[in-house]
């Protein structure tokens, strides 16, 4: 995370790139996913929540931080039971917190209609993932940070000159982390 951060910095501090940006812009929205046990992904709506610099009409850049829903205990307790030793009793998972990806895309737009655009993005994501669970008695975290390319592909459409509504399909690529999604986002331009 502190070296993505590092990386925006250099790009948005290099005065050729900062006198090109058309309009800053935020992004807030939610997310729709199917249940994913091997990757610790559960059934229902994430949220999200990004800031992006439109640099031309059709390329920009943005920041996107999501989480997805969390795994239901019961079944991720059913998926562990049956890949571990019988010498591993697993008595009692707490909680399985959201799973949280930043992102930080290239985006490109395509005008198609007057408001409507075609929308692809490709990017790089970092997952932190954090399971509670409890063996023999004992209280144990579960966390994992992993990384992976992240692909989007979906329209905007152009409700007014500052707003927009973003619904993408996207994917992380990622052995620990691996998930598919359904956003839509509102854009506020400023």
């Known amino acids: 995370m502190k070296s993505l951060v590092i990386i925006l910095l250099c790009v948005f501090s290099v005065n050729g ?7 800053w ?3 807030v929205g939610t997310s729709l996913y199917a249940e994913n046990v091997d990757h610790a992904v ?3 709506l994430g949220t999200g929540l990004g800031f992006g610099a439109q640099i031309s ?3 920009g850049i943005e920041l996107v931080l999501r989480s997805t829903p969390p795994i239901d205990p019961d079944d991720l307790i059913a998926f562990i039971g049956d890949d571990t030793d019988t010498d591993l009793v697993i008595s009692n998972i707490d909680r399985s917190a959201s799973n949280w990806y930043t992102t ?6 395509y005008p198609v209609q007057e408001r409507l655009a075609l929308v692809g993005k490709l990017g790089w994501s970092t997952v932190r993932q954090r399971v509670y669970f409890n063996i ?3 209280n144990t975290t579960e966390t ?3 990384r992976g390319p992240h692909i989007e592909f979906g329209f905007g459409y152009e409700m007014t000159w500052r707003t927009e509504l973003v619904v993408t399909l996207s994917h992380v690529f990622s052995d620990d982390a691996e998930a598919t999604g359904i956003h ?3 854009k506020w331009k400023f």
């Open 144 to 146: 994992n940070t992993s």
């Open 104 to 109: 930080a895309f290239a985006t490109f737009s």
């Open 136 to 138: 023999k008695g004992g």
């Open 25 to 27: 812009y935020l992004l």
């Open 184 to 186: 839509g986002a509102y």
């Open 42 to 44: 559960g059934e229902g």
């Open 57 to 59: 009409q059709n390329f």
């Open 17 to 23: 790139l900062a006198q090109n940006i058309s309009h």
